[in-house]
């Protein structure tokens, strides 16, 4: 009882945690973690507007809702909007959303959910207004993927705000210093060699065994076309290909190659003084993990390049689309349908997405953004000028291979288990992989019975 009792406590911090770094919203890019903030936003709106409440759990994403409202009221004279933005901390605003939209009574007009959350807000019938009609005229240009992850029966209820596209991060002047090219590295076998290469010339750490989080998992099972869950969303934790993943890992591991860190992942306040600090060479997290490098590894401006991650063998696919957010319409906005078109306009036109790559540092949903040089080139672009190369440029080259994984009913349980229990057993305490594995499966299926 005690044991089950302390892994739901930890569930609640690995949901905090894991929500702010799916949505590229943690403390360190802007998310709420305090009292709850709000402003109303009038972009030039007249008297006459109508006033649509916003609910978000981070505050850049208000911030990109203001520029485009100033855009929206500029060319919609006859139908302007003035924005309530409230700010909150992750769980009260979902909670709160979700006690509103299960009485009906005061929900917001649009709101934030982070896909962790997503599938409570689907479950039944959703209490939010479908978005297929003003998403079909982008879809032929969006990564369908990511609109699918806000999806139930054919129904769009969510609008994506970047396809989070995995990838790495090296620290060249370390990789440098050792012999080691990090454009050589394509597979995991290349990835051990340099890890041998930069241990033995420098004593440093190629790269973390991540604890708390399942970004590393995630993307080597995407590798070999599988994920946590099944076609029919039941957890399957201990597959061959997980036991592949995580004994890779973990002989990386017994070699010095990687390393458990600080906060148990690289997208923690303490492991960003270890990567500032140079300790640690490489990271393999989504594109928006850029934003912590330029807010919180100032040191390593213009020695850090962008690369795909390595596989496990050639020709698989290198990428897998990490976290995300999906804003949505609730069915008792004032106005739905100007709520959907200004959601549509924000979100999914293109010129919406320059603004989120601009703003956000996120890589867009709308790929068309992609091909556009004079944007994603841009030399006065932040982004562009901290990082060694550019990071469209790898974008564009696994621009095909980015998968999906699945945010179900169970990945809450999943994401706990896996991330409190089996992954500190593997990687701090030396377990067995497939009997760590065996048992995380057992458990997952006694918390969801």
């Known amino acids: 009882m005690m044991k089950k009792w302390l892994s739901l406590s930890l569930a609640l911090m690995l949901v905090v945690m894991t929500a702010a770094a799916c949505s590229g919203g943690s403390k360190g890019s802007g998310g709420s973690t305090g009292e709850a903030q709000e402003s109303v936003i009038d972009g030039g709106a007249g008297e006459s507007a109508t006033e649509l409440s916003y609910w978000t759990f981070v505050e850049l994403h208000g ?12 060319e919609n004279t006859d139908r302007q909007i003035k924005l309530n933005v409230s700010v909150m901390p992750y769980d009260d605003m979902h909670n709160k959303l979700s006690i509103a939209l299960q009485t009906g009574v005061g929900a917001p007009d649009l709101a934030d959910i982070e896909l962790g959350k997503f599938p409570d807000f689907l479950s039944g019938t959703p209490q939010l207004e479908p978005l297929n009609d003003v998403i079909d005229p982008y879809r032929d240009t969006l990564v369908q993927s990511r609109v699918d992850l806000y999806s139930k029966d054919g129904q769009n209820y969510g609008a994506p705000t970047h396809v989070g596209a995995s990838v790495a991060f090296y620290n060249v002047e370390v990789l440098e ?47 070999q076309g599988t994920d946590l869950t ?30 458990t860190i600080a906060g148990g992942q690289p997208d923690t306040e303490e492991a960003y003084g270890e990567y500032n600090s140079g300790n640690y060479v490489s990271a393999f997290m989504p594109l928006w993990f850029m934003s ?77 953004v992609w091909d556009m040089q004079d944007v994603t080139h ?37 994401n706990n288990v896996l991330g409190t229990i089996t992954l500190n057993e593997i990687f701090e305490d030396g377990r067995d992989v497939t009997e760590a594995l065996n048992d995380a499966q057992e458990q997952i299926e006694q918390e969801l019975q």
């Not at 790269?207 to 995630?218: F, H, I, M, N, V």
């Not at 597959?239 to 990386?252: G, K, S, V, Y």
Request: glycine share 8%; charged share 20%.
């Open 63 to 74: 911030q990109h809702f203001e520029k485009m409202l100033t855009k929206w009221n500029a």
């Open 177 to 223: 210093e050792a012999g080691v090219n990090y454009e050589d590295i394509v597979t995991w076998a290349d990835y051990k060699a340099a890890g041998l290469k930069v241990y033995e010339a420098t004593g440093k750490t190629m790269g973390t065994a991540d604890t708390s989080a399942l970004w590393q998992l995630s993307q080597l099972l995407a590798q």
């Open 230 to 259: 099944d076609s029919n969303g039941t957890p399957q934790v201990n597959t061959p290909e997980a036991i592949r993943a995580l004994e890779m890992i973990q002989d990386l591991q017994q070699n010095n190659i990687v390393s």
């Open 292 to 368: 912590r490098y330029v807010n919180y590894m100032g040191d390593l401006s213009g020695k850090i390049a962008i690369a795909p991650i390595p596989v496990l063998e050639a020709g698989m696919p290198a990428s897998v689309g990490g976290g995300g957010t999906g804003t949505v319409v609730t069915k008792t906005a004032k106005d739905v349908q100007l709520a959907k078109e200004f959601l549509a306009f924000a979100k999914l036109t293109e010129d919406a997405n320059i603004e989120i790559w601009n703003t956000l540092g996120f890589d867009p949903v709308n790929m068309g």
């Open 378 to 414: 841009n030399p006065d672009n932040t982004f562009v000028q901290y990082f060694v190369n550019n990071p469209f440029d790898v974008l564009n080259e696994i621009r095909d291979e980015i998968q999906l994984i699945k945010s179900t009913s169970a990945s809450p349980t999943i």
